[in-house]
């Protein structure tokens, strides 16, 4: 076991690969990775802010692993990518690909296989031993028919509130203390509010989607959130409804100047004690961290009343577009962010947690009490997909999702309307 292990390590920690370097010409070898290796053209939306340092964690590595394949940065600004996704949908359409590109596991990266945009990676696994190196719960969520088309580089959680004690306590409200149920939640929101405080932030539509999708975990519980994808919740049950209510009353908290705002500066009034709460991924953790901020005193962090036990689950994978110019600097890519010297290194900085379930202790403990909390959470509670970062439902859906969401928040906060939007929005998925 031992030494499978280590051939293992070495098969997917790189070094610089027998592929790196090899001659220009797309698609030399009869494996749809073979091929010029000279280059590679990444599409992410990690641009900006505390992103970026992610990126460059997982940049550092491969330089390392693949010296002779150039890094060629092709990242599209926009928080859980709002705009790489239009982008690389025009590229991928006019057959124009980049050579990889970033994609969340699980129904977005149907898109992309049903428009015979992506190529099938199983072999690619088997090849660098990656069947084993990821949890079964995660093989399961990329395969499609048998296939896996995309390379987990984290699993981040979505469902988290970051709070800001000092504004909490100058309220009346124990920050040690969060509140268990959304109707607690919101009689908290209401002593923010008469301390003059804004309750809670959100910003452009998905960060909304994302909080509407932790009420709706906490008002459907686990099975009936996940019952909606699949047509076991219908979304013009009462259950919606609840959820729409509570959305609609934390909407109101909100300070409507943020809407057009990416999730950073959405969340920075809870930063600067100007607001109390945000929803928002563990990316979060990455972002506070960069700007020197502590957990425990100048923030808290806990899953959204209702959550606790549940892990509102979404994995950035990466993919090999039919067409790319560069396949071999695609699976040097693919190679690098796999490894266990890619996960450790992009993760402990992202803020998410490794994909790969085959860290050593010496590897683990290069991560925050923070992660490692998350990555128990990951183990024992139940798993969600979310809406908003394209576990759940492929693009085409969350887009909608988005919009019926911002027209609610811009408009007359129509409850009954925003629930027929989500119908129709949602009506693609039980006719499958
Ligand atoms: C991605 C994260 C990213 C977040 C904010 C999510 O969709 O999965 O990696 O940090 O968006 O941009």
Known sequence: MAVLALAMTACSGGGSGSDSGEASGASSGDKPWDGDASEVDVVTWWEAGSEKEGLQAL??????????TEFVNAAIAGGGGSQAKQKLAADLATGNPPDT????????????????????????????GLKDAFPASLIDRLSMDGKIYSIPSNIHRANMVWANPSVLEQSGVDPQTPPATIDEWIADMEKVKAAGFTPITVGMAWTQTELLETILIADLGADGYTGLFD???????????????????????????????DWEPAMQPVVDGKAAYNVMGDWAYLGLT?????????????????NEKVYDFLADSFTLPVGAKHPG???????????KEGQVAFNSVKGSIPARSDLSEDELSKFSDYQ???MTAFQDDEIVSSIAHGAAVPVKVSNA?????????????DEAGLQTALVDATASLSSK
């Open 59 to 68: 940049e550092g590595v491969f330089a390392e692993q693949h010296s002779d």
């Open 101 to 128: 590109f970033q994609a969340h596991a699980g129904a977005e990266v149907t898109d992309y296989i049903d428009a015979g945009q992506i190529e099938d990676l199983s072999g690619l696994y088997d090849e660098l």
């Open 231 to 261: 047509g076991t919740t219908k979304w013009d049950s009462e259950g919606v409804a609840k959820a729409i209510g509570h959305f609609k009353t934390m909407m109101s908290f909100t300070d409507s100047s943020l809407y057009s705002e």
């Open 290 to 306: 960069t700007q020197g901020k502590t957990m425990g005193t100048d923030y808290i962090v806990f899953p959204a009343p209702g």
């Open 329 to 339: 600097g695609a699976k040097a890519w693919l190679e690098t962010i796999s490894s």
């Open 372 to 374: 490692r909390g998350q």
């Open 401 to 413: 999702i988005n919009d019926a969401v911002m027209k609610f928040a811009q408009g007359a906060s």
